[in-house]
Nanobody, 122 residues
Framework: VQLQASGGGLVQAGGSLRLSCTAS????????VSWFRQAPGKEREFISG????????YYANSVKGRFTISRDTSDYTVYLRMNSLKPEDTAVYFC????????????????WGQGTLVTVSS
């Protein structure tokens, strides 16, 4: 499975962005997919995850109510809609996949995308 994250950019505080994670490989259709982010000087942290069916979603408290994760199984894409962005959301965002359910532990993911930079100006 190869993952490609895209959709990052520069946005003002309060604005919105939608990130996409596209994948190649049939395994993706049976994989949980999560988004992590890493701000300068900080650990990579779990943001949101979705099961392979799309029936269950998970969010970190810091983004709950502002971010929405979804997936389109027809084109192997997972989206992260980010609303009400704050300067503290500035980070490189990564998507990752694993067989099973989403987990907050990054070491339990088998596949990673290359990251896309989100910058939120105040």
């Amino acid at each position: 499975v190869q993952l490609q994250a895209s959709g990052g950019g520069l946005v003002q505080a309060g604005g919105s962005l939608r990130l996409s994670c596209t994948a190649s490989g049939h395994t993706f259709s049976r994989s949980a997919v999560s988004w992590f982010r890493q701000a300068p000087g900080k650990e990579r942290e779990f943001i949101s995850g979705i099961t392979w069916t799309g029936d269950n979603t998970y969010y970190a408290n810091s983004v709950k109510g502002r971010f929405t994760i979804s997936r389109d199984t027809s084109d192997y894409t997972v989206y992260l809609r980010m609303n009400s962005l704050k300067p503290e959301d500035t980070a490189v965002y990564f998507c990752a996949a694993r067989v099973g359910i989403p987990t907050i532990r990054r070491r339990e993911y088998d596949y990673w995308g290359q990251g896309t930079l989100v910058t939120v100006s105040s």
